[in-house]
């Protein structure tokens, strides 16, 4: 009897310890790889025992969540996708959808809204869209329709530049953000990087859309159709920020010139939380993405923050990025960067110099632009890259 009941007990345990487990990595404080009793997993970010950062949880159901946790719950931004074939992209909170999003029923009907408590309280979907303000560098008329809009078929789409340069056998797209005017410590060169940038990518055979001190409405629809376009299209894509960026309880923000920001309280509010630009790159699922960020200028708000205001300095490292992706940053963790002493900021300066270099892989590029930074700067700003890139990738070839 002794024997039967200690060879149960050993099927218990040996069942247990493999239904549930930490299999890869580290499953209380860092990255790894979790499988639940149930036959749920989830593999990303963990923090006190707990889903809390970015990852991805499978249900055993078929049902996928890819996105942000926040003490073992959805929280942030992130894309649940239904086996019944139904898609929800958007903001949750306490794994209720909560805020602005995107619902996509498995008829083809789409409703972008606010949600409350997981229930839509606000359809914005016939609402006239007033964002991606489009503004053209070049001599024609800005009267042009935006390319980002949905409505708009693939043959009479008109675009912001005439593609020139290069014409890759791939599609590139690219959205450009410079945003200068804040009312609180206004910046002189992001709308010049923007532009600068700009001009230089539709040389490469970059379809490129570009939008000027940007409202957080802006951006936000302005980035949720460019992932709508790079998932159509299957294209590779460009992301380019120039302009305030700040950090805040382990997550990184880029700031609206609408911005109103009194406390530190008001970052969830009022900027625009990162993760909502990875969330539309892995919703795409396109070849490869880029992004670049040209952010984290000195802090505008050391007033208000006191004391703590070093906290919310510069960008934190961002732990995962979406496969196939680099993520470039004008400086160092928790760092500040140059708003530079010309017409550009001192990364983007130097970027847009070297971008024109042929034969050059892609992560030669920012190597070439880190040494360079590194000196113009005297060692005071070091550009740093995140990558998950699995394939090479020339601007110019």
Known sequence: MRIILAMFVFFLFVHHS???KCTTGDCANGKGRYLFPNGDKYIGEFKSNQPDGRGAYSYASGDLYKGQFKKGKRHGYGTMTWKVGEM????????????????????????????????????????????????NVDTASNNRPDPLQNNQSQANQQHLFPTGGIIPNEKRFALIIGNSSYSKLPLKNPKNDATAMAKELQKMGFEVWLLLDASKRDMKQAIRDFGQQLKDNKAIGLFFYAGHGIQADAKNYILPIDADIRKA????FEALDLGRVFVELEYAENPMNIVILDACRDNPYKSQFGEKAKNYTGFTLVQNA????????STAPNAVASDGTGNNGLYTEELVKVLPEKGLKLEDIFKKVRSSVRKASNGKQIPWENSSIESDFYFQK
């Open 322 to 329: 979406p496969v196939n992706s680099l993520i470039a940053f």
């Open 265 to 268: 309280q008001d970052i969830e």
């Open 88 to 135: 929800y992209i958007g903001e949750y909170v306490k794994d209720l959808r909560e805020g602005e999003g995107t619902y996509y029923y498995k008829d083809g009907r789409i409703v972008h809204g606010k949600f409350k408590g997981g229930k839509l309280i606000e359809d914005l979907t016939v609402k006239k869209d007033t964002a991606a303000v489009v503004v």
């Open 18 to 20: 493999t239904a549930q």
